[in-house]
């Protein structure tokens, strides 16, 4: 059975793949899904309850909350998709070849992953953007590196079993050089891994980036981010809870989704899967 | 660990060197004028040559001196210090929180595998996972605080002070645990000694908790391990939304205010956390795992 | 099926299906299978992968995990004066636990991976004495050592301590046999117990089960895809194909006389010490079918040589061709042939 | 170097592995793998390699195509790839060849391995694997290598149209097939056979074996067989190395080795072999003691001494030599002279 077609069959991966595409549509369109200035102020309507006008109210400038969560959406794509990106490039790249070459390069790149590895991911963002400073850019380059050791180790892991299997020993019995090993058998057993763990890698950089923002060390005001959004209520709780239920909402359901996605993907390409089948 | 320390201490001494812009003017705040930065560069030592200043750097670190705030002139070691110990107290609660239930449902759900039971207890786990710590934090401040007056919105008062943050970042630990240990326990059911546990006539609770529990304990281990680690970087977050008076808020106000000797110590301490949680891990792997225990020469 | 001796045996296996349900359809890995060992004799099981022989035996010790279930047939155990149905009781009760590695046990192929690697192989066997004879940890480690010394483990005091990960290959088949014997079962299942050994590995536990079973008396369902083997230690040989028993003889008369196809291209097929060199060996064409399609008729006319339009029709059933002697086969079947 | 030499000669062929322990891969022993082998192959013969596991056969065999680089020693191959036209063939040094020789050699020694999941590359359709060594030697073009890998899939008994299928859809031993197609492709004369049918029930061995013979009669392959299972070594091979812990123990022809073994391992590997008879199976005796031991730390003297029932005291101290007994029958044992040993012979 194709990939395709196990990844079609599980209903719940297929619905969260549609409201992951879905959100980055939202995304894509976000100022003109609108309906109003996610920064415009009006001081006459600071602190309106969710109503048909604002249907999640208006916050503590008058600025309505709904659309304010519409163009975070695209704020968060676009930190986390780079992220992932930068991650996935350089920690591929960098494992493939450190797996590849071996010897004092690889044991010291390993060395040094290994340690990084033991910081979870928030703590290697904070020291990133302390250095880079609060910026979207920031965050983006802060997020990104937090992640490459991940992909390094299993770049390199998956490239080393490769290395070592008897296919490839094969090839090398024909003739094969190091160029020809690499495309054809080593790149083609890592793309699989590479992608399910680019998923996984999703939601921990959502939560991170909105995490970053609540602390006020992410993107910085006024640009509506789902994080900094909740931080801003936090202070209103008593008089306006409401303002918790957008980004909340928002973020759990971003969440959800990359995460059911991953999950979903791992079980469509893990190999006892296709064995079975 | 030493080469680790080394490392962390290099890194933190360079901290200022990446940052861009001169250090002293950093130090010194934005509208300090021209004598008072050179006044400072000297003091810090910032125009003697790199090697001399790494020297001095690494010997204060060793000595215990981290220098000094840039706001309060308090030393920053006596400025941090009490506060490891409400971080490390949270920490531990959480975590010992995240573990107790981890390992419970996460058993459950392997012993009934594919059946209503497991799929209640992963269901509950990934709703956790997709809830941030700052999402399920405030709706819990708005419903036992404002809503119901039980538990107070925060500070470190009384063990009553304590629910709600070590409940809100154990819980998202123990969903993201339980996860981890259901696929160890699974994992571990699967293999031969499994059956042959199976064929000694062992009741199913021996197979599950003496053979499978103390096999799937060695990637336990190292899952806590982690987990620990990341509940301290949850803390971070946590003592924020429940204004904790703890080194993760004193770390991020430090960044936010650009007092950098502070947020400094603040990062070589938690580093050090890591790497001493790190070590814990791997010394208990030893101990549990005989095949490290027997294979040293 | 009429008991011909005195003796009654040990189990009598009637009409075993055991079936593995799964996306792809319904794999029927034992189909229909009846058998019976007796006390203190040895069965052989010979068979190519797939034929249903490890399946078989898990199917006595009921360890069949889901998606795999004994659709029907049943499995009794003579137990002294009472006769017990394995295949009717709860895999998980209590009956069958008491049995399992006291009465009926089992050792497997891989000893690496089915010894725990996290207890030492005297926490293993102490553990089953512990459970099943209410012995004291003393009186348990006792009988361990013993046990170790009576599998030929040099030095059982000192090694009783080791990890499954200190010993070899051959020692811990060894540490496997004891623990499976230390109970003094009645009957001892062997799946492939020496295939992952070294030739001059398998020599020595082969000759150490043989003596074993005189000592312990137990009977032995011994699982090989070998034939040579099983010459070496079986009484009895039934050859299975694609889940059925396609022939079941006293071991002599079947290695002179083997009357099913199967059996003689098997036998054959396999090069031996005293043949002529350098020549093609006379082989059984084609494959395996898959068990998810399962040829029509007899399940070996595919490849059978001496196929008739009766065997692609109409399946053999399992009859006396000699005293003690059954084979499937159509062209066996006095009425028939 | 004259033409007549052999088609493989292989001189005090030795690998050693360094153990590595600890962070800083600090050198923690050497294991001999291989340690001071010498034979020779000849054009069109079998030449059989058996041991039980760990005794270093299977090093041997990619050593003899540099996919483990030797430690020392010579491995000389007779190449006509490698001559100019119409010289006689040159003897070349795998062991020390430039990549660029290598990647010549390589159209005249192949490999096929023993494990026929493993050794197929998952995410290649057949017709993909066999035509790699033509793609990678670039031979021919497009069109002609996909009529080239149909012939070749025929040739081993496969259909042409498997091509477009892959490896998962086969059974063990069309994949053994598969595997011996891709060796044939770039048409060797010399193919290291790694145990190729240890891992095939019995029935499906058979047909592999055959397909082996048939090769050698058609094309005049020669074979460097390694298996643990005499019956078939026996079987296919014309002359015969016995290895133990690395070390070359006994080689003779095959007719000779069987009638009259002279070293006390190759008498109790013989003897260990189960018969499919089971009068003869229960009546002989395998009085083999004790495991292998671990190669890291072999036994001084001669290696095998310590399960050796004929030992005496100047084998727990000397190494013995291989020296030649009869023509073309080498062993290394002190005692060969005065033991008897069972003849295994018809």
Redesign the interface.
């Given at each position: 059975m194709s990939i395709v077609s196990r990844f079609k069959r599980d209903r719940v991966g297929l619905v969260s793949a549609c409201a992951l595409v879905g959100l980055y549509l939202v995304a894509l369109t976000a100022p003109w899904l609108a309906p109003y200035d996610a920064g415009e102020t009006s001081l006459r309507e600071v602190f309106r309850p969710p109503s048909a006008e604002h249907l999640l109210g208006t916050d503590q400038f008058g600025r309505d909350v709904l659309s304010r969560v519409i163009v975070a959406t695209r704020v968060t794509a676009k930190i986390t998709g780079v992220a992932v990106l930068l991650a996935v490039v350089l920690g591929t790249c960098g494992g493939m070849y450190v797996g590849y070459v071996g010897g004092r390069l690889e044991s010291l790149v390993m060395r040094l992953t290994d340690?990084l590895l033991?910081?979870?991911?928030?703590?290697l963002a904070?020291?990133i953007?302390?250095?880079a400073?609060p910026s979207e850019g920031g965050v983006i380059v802060a997020l990104g590196l937090s992640q490459v050791p991940k992909f390094i180790r299993l770049a390199r892991g998956v490239t080393l079993s490769a290395r070592e299997a008897l296919f490839v020993e094969a090839a090398k019995a024909v003739g094969a050089g190091r160029w020809h090993i690499l495309r054809r058998h080593i790149w083609p057993s890592i793309s699989s891994p590479i992608i399910v763990q680019a998923t996984l890698s999703l939601?921990i950089l959502v939560?991170s980036a909105?995490?970053l923002s609540?602390?006020?060390?992410g993107v910085q005001p006024p640009t509506p981010e789902w994080?900094a959004m909740?931080?801003e209520?936090?202070d209103f709780?008593?008089t306006s809870?409401y303002l918790?239920a957008g980004p909340?909402l928002c973020?759990?359901v971003f969440?959800?989704a990359s995460?059911?996605v991953g999950d979903a993907l791992q079980d469509a390409l893990s190999p006892r899967a296709s064995s079975e089948g | 660990m030493v080469p680790?320390g080394l490392?962390l201490v290099t890194f933190l001494f360079g901290?200022f060197h990446?940052?861009?812009g001169d250090p002293a003017l950093l130090l010194a705040g934005d509208n300090a004028s021209a004598e008072v930065v050179e006044g400072i560069r000297r003091a810090y030592g910032f125009d003697q040559p790199l090697p001399v200043q790494y020297w001095t750097y690494m010997k204060k670190v060793l000595q215990g001196d981290l220098g000094v705030s840039n706001f309060s002139r308090e030393p920053v070691t006596a400025l941090i210090l009490p506060r490891i110990f409400n971080t490390a107290q949270l920490a531990f609660w959480s975590m010992g929180f995240a573990m107790v239930v981890s390992l419970i449902l996460g058993c459950c759900s392997a012993m009934f595998w594919n059946t209503w039971i497991d799929k209640l207890i992963t269901g509950i786990a990934?709703?956790g996972?997709?809830?941030?710590?700052?999402?399920s934090g405030?709706?819990g401040?708005?419903l036992f605080s404002?809503k119901l007056g039980l538990l107070p919105t925060g500070g470190l008062d009384s063990w009553r002070s304590f629910v709600l943050p070590v409940v809100t970042l154990g819980a998202f630990q123990a969903a993201v645990l339980t996860r981890m240990v259901r696929a160890s326990m699974v994992e571990a059911l699967g293999?031969?000694?499994i059956?042959?546990?199976?064929?000694?006539?062992?009741?199913?609770t021996a197979v599950v908790f003496k053979?499978a529990l103390?096999?799937a304990m060695?990637p336990i281990v190292t899952l806590f391990?982690?987990g620990f680690?990341?509940t301290?970087?949850?803390s971070?977050?946590t003592e924020?939304?429940f204004t904790w008076p703890g080194l993760g808020r004193t770390?991020?106000e430090s960044?936010?205010s650009r007092d950098l000797p502070v947020?400094q110590g603040a990062?070589l301490l938690?580093?050090f956390m890591?790497?001493g949680?790190?070590l814990v891990v791997d010394l208990l792997y030893a101990a549990?795992?005989?095949?490290i225990r027997?294979d040293a020469? | 099926m009429s008991v011909a001796h005195s003796d009654e045996p040990l189990i009598e296996v009637e009409d075993l299906r055991t079936y593995f349900h799964s996306e792809a359809g319904i794999a029927k890995a034992v189909d229909g299978i009846s058998f019976a060992v007796r006390r203190k004799k040895t069965l052989g099981v010979v068979g190519e992968s797939g034929c249903g022989k490890s399946v078989t035996a898990r199917s006595i010790?009921r360890?069949i995990r889901p998606p795999g279930k004994i659709e029907s047939g049943s499995i009794r155990y003579r137990r002294g004066e009472e006769t017990l149905e394995l295949a009717g009781l709860d895999p998980?009760g209590r009956t069958?636990?008491?049995?399992?590695?006291?009465e009926i046990?089992?050792i497997?192929q891989?000893p690496m991976?089915?010894?725990?690697?996290?207890?030492?192989i005297g926490e293993q066997i102490t553990?089953?004495i512990r459970?099943?004879l209410g012995a004291g940890r003393g009186e348990a480690r006792r009988r361990a050592i013993d046990m170790l010394n009576a599998v030929a483990i040099p030095s059982p005091h000192q090694r009783i301590d080791d990890?499954p990960?200190?010993l070899s290959g051959g020692m811990r088949q060894r540490a496997?046999i004891a623990?499976a014997l230390s109970c003094h079962p009645s009957l001892l299942i062997a799946d492939e117990p020496t295939t992952a050994l070294d030739v001059t590995i398998q020599a020595q536990v082969i000759r150490l089960m043989r003596d074993l079973q005189r000592e312990f008396e137990a009977a032995i369902i011994f699982i090989t895809h070998d034939l040579g083997v099983v010459a070496g230690i079986a009484d009895e040989v039934m050859v299975m194909y694609l889940g059925e028993i396609v022939e079941r003889a006293p071991v002599r008369d079947l290695f002179r006389d083997p009357k099913h196809p199967y059996t003689q291209g098997l036998m054959t097929s396999i090069p031996s010490l005293n043949g002529a060199r350098k020549q093609r060996l006379p082989v059984i064409e084609g494959n395996v079918p898959s068990p998810f399609d399962l040829p029509r008729g007899c399940r070996f006319h595919p490849r059978c040589a001496h196929a008739s339009e009766l065997c692609r029709e109409r399946a053999p059933l399992l009859l006396e061709a000699a005293p003690e002697h059954h084979v499937a086969c159509h062209l066996q079947d006095p009425e028939l042939a | 170097m004259t033409a007549s030499a052999h088609l493989l000669e292989v001189r005090n062929l030795s690998k050693f592995f360094t153990l590595r322990?600890g962070m800083l891969q600090r050198a923690?022993g050497h294991v001999r793998a291989v340690d001071d082998v010498s034979f020779f192959v000849d054009d069109g013969e079998t030449l059989g390699l058996v041991g039980e596991s760990g005794c270093g056969k299977t090093t041997t065999g990619r050593a003899l195509l540099r996919l483990v680089p030797p430690s020392a020693g010579e491995i000389l191959f007779k190449s006509t790839q490698l001559a100019r036209e119409g010289e006689a063939p040159r003897l070349i040094d795998v062991a020390t060849a430039t990549e660029k020789e290598l990647k010549v050699l390589r159209r005249e020694m192949q490999i096929i391995f023993q494990d026929p999941f493993s050794s197929l590359n998952p995410r290649m359709n057949v017709g993909q694997i066999v035509s790699e060594p033509l793609d990678v030697q670039r031979i021919g073009r497009q069109d002609e290598r996909r009529d080239r890998v149909g012939s070749l899939l025929e040739s081993v008994g496969l259909n042409a149209k498997d091509a477009r299928r892959y490896p998962h859809e086969f059974s063990g031993g069309q994949r053994q097939r598969i595997g011996i197609a891709r060796a044939l492709a770039l048409e060797p004369r010399l193919i290291v056979a790694d145990e190729p049918v240890s891992a095939l029930d019995a029935s499906i061995q058979a047909q592999v074996l055959n397909l082996m013979l048939d090769l050698q009669n058609e094309h005049g392959l020669a074979f460097v067989l390694i298996a643990h299972d005499l019956a078939v070594v026996r079987h296919i091979s014309d002359r015969i190395a016995v290895m133990y812990l690395g070390r070359l123990v006994e080689l003779a022809s095959t007719d000779a080795l069987f009638e009259s073994p002279q070293h006390p391992y190759t008498e109790a590997l013989m003897a260990a072999v189960p018969i499919p008879d089971p009068d003869r199976e229960r009546a002989k005796d395998t009085g083999l003691l004790g495991d292998v031991p671990s190669a890291t730390s072999p036994p001084v003297g001669c290696h095998f001494h310590p399960r050796c029932r004929y030992a005496e005291d100047i084998c727990k101290t000397e190494s013995p030599p291989l020296r030649e007994i009869q023509e073309g029958h080498t062993v290394a044992c002190h005692l060969a002279d005065t033991i008897e040993l069972r003849s295994f012979g018809s």
């Open positions: 340690m033991i910081f979870p991911t928030i703590m904070i020291v953007v302390t250095i400073g939601p939560l909105s995490g609540f602390l006020g060390l994080g909740l931080n209520s936090k709780l008593r809870p918790l909340g973020l759990f969440v959800l995460n059911l | 680790a490392l901290l990446f940052i861009p990934l709703l996972i997709c809830t941030p710590v700052f999402v405030l709706f401040i708005f404002v293999q031969d000694y059956e042959t546990a199976r064929a000694k006539g062992l009741a199913e053979h103390r096999n060695l391990g982690l680690g990341a301290l970087g949850g971070v977050v924020t939304i770390m991020v960044i936010l947020t990062l938690f580093a890591f790497i949680i790190n549990i795992d005989p095949r027997f020469p | 010790m360890l998980k069958l636990r008491e049995i399992r590695g006291a046990a089992m497997f891989e991976t089915s010894l725990n690697p996290v207890f030492t553990e089953v459970l099943h990890y990960h200190q496997m623990m | 322990k923690a």
